[in-house]
Each structure stands twice: as C-alpha cells, then as structure tokens.
C-alpha cells in the first residue's frame, strides 16, 4: 500500500495497491451466523467528548387549532429525536442534548461505503454495491469520516448536517467522504456550496486507514448551533443582502413524492400579499438561490430537503413556515429553529388524490400569529 496522506493540502496520491477480502467476510459472517455486525464505535481504541451536551426545553410551533388532527403518518426514523411530532409542536418538553462525541480506531478498511475493522462495520452509504472491490487503492496515515448514510441520500442533510460535521473533521485528520457512484451520485449543487464554505474532502472508494475518527454529531447543542451559524455566515459574505418579508422555495415534483396540488397558487399568493421572492432551486445557480434567500424574516414551502437553501441563512428571529403533507409530517426543521433561536410555523394540509393542497386562508391566518419585525 501507499498514499500516506497526513495533512489537508492533500498532496498527489502515490498509488500502490492492497488486496482486501473484508467486505466478503463481513458479508460471508452475517449469512452463516445471522448476526448483525457490531458497529464500529463500539471497539474503538479511544473515545472522548468533544463539546457537552445540556438540557433544553423546547419553545410551542405557531399552528392553528386543529392542525395535528389532520396528521395521519409521520416520519421520525430518519430524524433525532424519535417522537411523535404532537408533543414536540406544542412544547415545553426537556430534551437532553447529547454530547458531541469523537472515537478513534485503528486499521480499518473502507471499501465501497462501508467500513469495516475484524467482525465491526459501519455503513456510510444504505447499501454497498454486492460485488465490492477487493484492490484497495489509498493508504491514509489520519483520516476523519464527516459523511452519514442519510448525508450521502438526501441532499437537504448533506448540508444540514454532513457539512456542519466537516468542520470537527477538519480538526481531527484528512477529511474523509465516500466517493460518488452510480447510485449515490454526487449532489448537482455541492460543488458550488464546497467551494463557497471551503470544503476540500477526500472523496474514496477504497481506504486503509492507519488512524480513522468517526463522529457522533447528532445532537442539537450548542456546539452544533455554533458551527451550523459559522457556516451560514460564511455564505452570507458571498451575497449582498438586506431583510426583505421571506421566500417562497417551490419543491415541484422532485424528491420523495410531496406533490402540493396549489402549490404555485399559494406562491403567487404570498408574493402578491406579502411581498416574498418566489425561487425554483433547480432551475437556479447556487450564488442566485442564496443571495434570493439571504435576508429573508421567513422562509416558506412544501417541508422538504428544498428549503435549506434558505434556512442555511435564515438569521436568529426568522421563521421557518412549512407546509406539511397529512401524510408525512416531518418535524425535522423545528429541531433547528428551537436549537438556533428562531420560530417554527406551519399548516397541515388535505388530501387530494396522490397530492394534498393547503388553504390559503389558514396560511394567511398563521402569518398573522407570527412575531411581528
């Protein structure tokens, strides 16, 4: 093997190769025992904490009467924390924010997505292509790995939360993300979001890694809050921008299915009424989407990976309004605003076919609950 990497400039990479079988008898272990593997956190040589967590207690979302009546599925799996988004919209509950957490582990693999050390393994992508490599191409001295199983899926948590890990990484080795594939494909916009906060990661497929660092940054504390802020700020020094009422961030009919039938009605609405820009990120550039967004008091759309263009910037104070599918409530955004001092509104909309549409008198109605500037 070769590649010893140990600094962030990231010098050529010399290329000698490895052979390795861990993946198959990662694979091979599991089918002849059933087993699940442990995750790789658990033999790590070292762990420490790197920021404390703390308790918080979590202010109510601004809704209308009878709003959560209209629920009828949500999604917490994917989200910490797991709970039903009844309690967590009205408030006042005590969460305990855990620490941010660092491990250390010794000679580990990366093949494909996943990691893998003796009988541990720790998934970076949800699923590993069947046949892996087994030439391991790269040898790395100190590596720290900032990418997530739902960071490399969805693109609203690369940014949200992916990139806020980068900075630990940063401090702790060479950072390290899985490369791209045919299955999980580099994001379109992350190359201009990389080059504006000045990301510079290791993109593999294949690792040894002499030293690796992996994280626990789920937590909403204060820690977190501080570098979600940085990164936010970072953006803003690209972009002029002045308070202006809020934008509107279309979603449309891409990503996971939240078709909202009016949902240009509504749009045009708020701009007439309220005085909001209107912005479809995909048809926009990254510098356009955020100088559209910066300075917004609220940022307003369909909940969904699109309107972190616009919470990424969204000062201390704003309000983040989203308009939730019955379906599928996702309670994702008010985590953040409850971490980073600003409000959570939103209505809950009516089914329509494979679609649902939202009134606009009770939007119109929930503007008005919301602090006034």
Request: charged share 20%; proline share 8%; hydrophobic share 40%.
């Amino acid at each position: 093997m070769g590649t010893d990497i140990s600094r962030p400039e990231h010098p050529p990479l010399a290329r000698r190769h490895a052979w390795s079988l861990a993946a198959y008898r990662h694979m091979l272990r599991k089918r002849l025992t059933g087993q699940p593997a442990a995750d790789l956190k658990s033999i790590a040589d070292k762990r420490w904490d790197i920021a404390p967590g703390e308790i918080t207690v979590s202010p109510p979302a601004i809704y209308l009467p009878g709003q959560m009546e209209r629920v009828t599925g949500w999604e917490g799996q994917r989200f910490y924390p797991y709970v039903h988004p009844g309690p967590t919209m009205a408030g006042g509950l005590s969460i305990e924010q855990g620490p941010t957490r660092g491990y250390l582990i010794k000679n580990v693999w990366l093949i494909d997505g996943a990691l893998y050390k003796g009988n541990a393994s720790h998934w970076l992508t949800l699923k590993p292509q069947r046949f892996a490599p087994v030439l391991v191409e790269n040898e790395i001295e100190r590596g720290a790995i900032y990418c997530t199983q739902n960071g490399n899926s969805w693109f609203g948590t690369w940014l949200m939360e992916d990139c806020v890990t980068y900075a630990l990484a940063c401090d702790e080795g060479v950072p390290v993300t899985s490369a791209p594939s045919a299955r999980y494909p580099l994001f379109t916009q992350a190359p201009p979001y990389e080059d504006w906060l000045g990301m510079n990661p290791l993109r593999l497929r294949t690792a040894f890694f002499h030293q690796l660092v992996l994280f626990d940054d789920v937590s909403h504390n204060r820690s977190r809050h501080q570098r979600y802020r940085a990164m936010g700020d970072k953006l803003l020094t690209h972009v002029e921008h002045a308070p202006h009422p809020g934008v509107f961030i279309l979603r449309g009919h891409e990503g996971d299915l939240r078709l909202l039938r009016n949902e240009l009605e509504v749009a045009e609405h708020m701009c007439v009424k309220w005085g909001f820009r209107v912005i479809n990120p995909l048809r926009l550039d990254v510098p356009t989407i955020i100088a559209a967004c910066a300075g917004a008091r609220v940022v307003m759309g369909v909940e969904g990976s699109q309107l972190v263009h616009g919470v990424n910037v969204l000062q201390p104070g704003g309000t983040v309004f989203t308009l939730q599918p019955p379906n599928r409530f996702i309670s994702y955004y008010k985590y953040m605003t409850d971490r980073d001092g600003q409000h959570f509104a939103f209505v809950v909309g009516t089914p329509d076919g494979d679609g649902f549409t939202i009134d606009i008198n009770e939007v119109e109605r929930t503007m008005d609950l919301l602090p006034k500037h």
